[in-house]
């Protein structure tokens, strides 16, 4: 009996000193001391425990390149360690290795499939890659065990990607589905509210953002799209009063600026009118819906000048610029010959050159060969050979053909007014002998060129 008292104190007192001397290495990490971890790790033996420690520390200190090299690690060693694998995923992800976080993300759910984290980061990360489709198999798989709000938005999302307008009640009666098992949910209210206002369906907006904020009345989201809802269903009065609300709350949003502004401007307000479609021209200074709004509305008060230099703007912004229109004429033309839709191409070769080029006069070189060669239309080749030869310029015309030491001719503009002239001396000489064997009768030289 004496003995066995002696070493239940004993026991004690080493348990005692236990407590008081704890681990070091798990003492720096609870602390979230990762360098004196690190410090003291590499001390050690590498054992598969002090490596998933060591990669925990590194990657708690940022280091996400290093911790994925020791969870590579860890699992080389331990090959049916989930925790690793989940952590490699982890450290793919940071690091935008997504294929390779998948890889790890699957080889964790084979050691355990009913790992709900481990299938909710892999249905997010398939969402992210815009692997929809999967995302989608993957979530309706798992919404027929877990019908959790969480687990729904995932579908519900993956609907969204995956159907078109066509099939977009499928995602409305996803979201419906939310709501009637979760009608706190604020989310599935919002997203409802989008889809209906993105249809134009705005007493459905109205009705499904109100119907929420009969439990809450001051979630900001769903707010904000109620407004948009009355704002564009026409009802100016209360979306002004749902936009005040947003606004004494201090939503400087895009959203509120804007709908808020065209509120008060369709009920002649002019004045705050102005400052919130001002506050909203800060976040987007190129809308041209901003400032268009904006421009009126000064037109209506003392800042009628800046009305006139708001929708200056707007008209520049909305007409695209000369050298745009010609690079995306030469796109076409280019889109046209690779398709053999030649016609196409000649047409939009003159289109640029008329309406955005008429500086570049080898567009009409350019069409006379698409004519020539392709459609083997002659007479509208020699057409726009004519009309190219008249912009050319006095002093080139007694210019000799340029070439290279080879004796290869050098292209430049004043040796493809050369080859020009003597391709349409072709086209006629061509013609003048085709007629004679017709037994026409040429009353007329070849006429000069001018």
Not at 205 to 213: F, M, N, P, S, V
Not at 225 to 248: G, V
Not at 411 to 437: Q, S, T, V
């Amino acid at each position: 009996m004496r003995k066995l008292l002696i070493f239940l104190c004993f026991s004690a007192c080493c348990s005692f000193l236990a407590a008081q001397n704890p681990n070091p290495i798990q003492e720096a990490m609870t602390n979230y001391d990762y360098e004196t971890a690190l410090m003291l790790i590499n001390q050690e033996t590498p054992t598969v425990p002090l490596l998933y420690q060591k990669g925990k520390a590194l990657k708690g200190l940022g280091n996400n390149f290093e911790a994925l090299s020791v969870f590579q690690e860890v699992v080389t060693r331990d090959s049916l360690n989930p925790r690793a694998y989940i952590e490699a995923a982890e450290c793919c992800k940071s690091l935008a290795k997504y294929s390779e976080a998948l890889n790890y993300y699957q080889n964790a759910l084979h050691i355990n499939p009913n790992n709900k984290y481990v299938r909710i980061q892999y249905i997010s990360l398939l969402m992210s890659m815009k692997r929809y489709r999967e995302s989608l198999k993957e979530s309706n798989l798992l919404a027929e065990k877990d019908s959790s709000a969480y687990i729904l938005h995932l579908r519900a999302e993956s609907m969204g990607q995956v159907y078109d307008n066509t099939e977009i009640m499928h995602v409305i009666d996803a979201y419906m589905d939310i709501q009637r098992k979760y009608p706190n949910d604020y989310l599935s209210a919002a997203k409802l509210g989008n889809i209906y206002v993105a249809g134009h369906q705005y007493e459905d907006a109205i009705d499904i953002t109100e119907k929420y904020r009969s439990i809450d009345s001051t979630n900001v989201l769903v707010n904000r799209i109620n407004a948009q809802a009355y704002c564009l269903n026409k009802d100016y009065p209360k979306a002004i009063e749902r936009y005040e609300q947003l606004l004494q709350e201090k939503d400087s949003s895009f959203q509120t600026c804007f709908y808020a502004g065209i509120s008060y401007y369709a009920i002649e307000d002019f004045y705050p009118a102005h400052d919130l479609l001002e506050r909203a021209l800060k976040d987007d200074k190129t809308n041209i819906n901003v400032l268009y709004y904006l421009g009126r509305a000064c037109s209506k008060t003392s800042w009628k000048d800046d009305g006139v230099t708001y929708l200056e703007t707007a008209v520049n912004l909305a007409m695209p610029s000369d050298s745009v229109m010609s690079r995306l004429y030469v796109g076409l033309v280019d889109c046209y010959k690779m398709a053999l839709q030649y016609s196409d191409q000649a047409k939009a070769i003159l289109a640029q050159y008329e309406k955005y080029d008429r500086q570049k006069h080898r567009l009409l070189y350019d069409a006379a060969f698409v004519y020539y060669y392709y459609l083997k239309d002659v007479p509208k080749a020699e057409q726009y050979l004519t009309a190219y030869l008249r912009t050319r310029p006095k002093s080139s015309k007694d210019k000799a053909q340029e070439v290279d030491a080879d004796g290869v001719p050098v292209i430049g503009e004043d040796n493809r007014y050369n080859a020009a002239e003597n391709w349409l001396k072709d086209i006629r000489e061509k013609r003048k002998k085709e007629d004679f064997f017709k037994g026409k009768v040429d009353t007329a030289s070849v006429a000069p060129i001018k």
